[in-house]
Nanobody, 121 residues
């Protein structure tokens, strides 16, 4: 009933920038925290950045100063602005959100399908 649709992934040269977007749609009463995770082949999925409903952010050390997470609550959308990209940023990036579909329902952890970001050297 709730979907996260990601966009913005692709191929970029080292030093370049990309902006990922993730829009939640469906029956949404409220959204709590939203975040971005990534997973490279052979590696564990790792947190990239999170943002609370109040706008507090948290970043992995590897992306601090380079990535910026933001959200537009009116659009139920979270963004990840990625700058100064390097090949180590190459991964499938997943959007995540805690979504409540009704007052009497718990928050449901919803994941997007993932979008591939490839940074060439």
């Amino acid at each position: 009933q709730v979907q996260l649709v990601e966009s913005g992934g692709g191929l970029v040269q080292a030093g370049g920038s990309l902006r990922l977007s993730c829009a939640a749609s469906g029956t949404i009463f409220s959204i709590n925290a939203m975040g971005w995770y990534r997973q490279a082949p052979g590696k564990q999925r790792e947190l990239v950045a999170t943002i609370t409903s109040g706008g507090d952010t948290n970043y992995a050390d590897s992306v601090k100063g380079r990535f910026t997470i933001s959200r537009d609550n009116a659009k139920n959308t979270v963004y990840l602005q990625m700058s100064s990209l390097n090949p180590e940023d190459t991964a499938v990036y997943y959007c995540n959100a805690g979504v409540k579909t009704g007052l009497l329902y718990p928050y449901l952890e919803v994941w997007g399908q993932g979008t591939l970001v490839t940074v060439s050297s």
